[in-house]
């Protein structure tokens, strides 16, 4: 974990993917809790490539949504359920030209 390492690229819509990858543990110790990043990118050219850092791992992506596991949800009886699904629009920049 030297340098950055791809691990996915996601077909966000049919001109957006999703590059995501993990943090060189260097880096880490600037941003405590976090340890994925993600760069966006038209394959058109219709925007520059923007890149954020993650709080989630994806785990697929579709028809303009990305998606990932939450914590788990709480039973109304105290127990504990499955992950709850995270569901994250993307919306273009206000400069692309579609």
Same mark, same amino acid.
């Given at each position: 974990?030297?340098?950055?390492? !791809?691990?996915?690229?996601?077909? #966000?819509?049919?001109?957006? +993917? &999703?590059?995501?990858?993990? #943090?060189?543990?260097?880096? &880490?110790?600037?941003?405590?809790?976090? +340890? &994925?990043?993600?760069?966006?990118?038209? !394959?058109?050219?219709?925007?520059?490539? +923007?890149?954020?850092?993650?709080? #989630?791992?994806?785990?697929?992506?579709?028809?303009?949504?990305? @998606?990932? @596991?939450?914590?788990?949800?709480?039973?109304?009886?105290?127990?504990?359920? !499955?992950?709850?699904? &995270? +569901? @994250?629009?993307? #919306?273009?920049?206000?400069?692309?030209?579609?």
């Amino acid at each position: 974990m030297e340098y950055p390492m !791809n691990f996915g690229i996601f077909k #966000i819509d049919r001109q957006t +993917r &999703l590059v995501a990858y993990w #943090i060189p543990r260097e880096q &880490l110790a600037a941003t405590p809790g976090t +340890r &994925l990043g993600f760069v966006v990118a038209s !394959n058109i050219g219709a925007f520059a490539a +923007r890149s954020t850092m993650s709080p #989630i791992d994806p785990v697929g992506a579709a028809d303009e949504y990305i @998606y990932g @596991y939450g914590d788990n949800e709480q039973m109304p009886d105290g127990g504990v359920g !499955n992950p709850v699904l &995270l +569901r @994250y629009k993307f #919306i273009p920049p206000s400069d692309a030209s579609f």
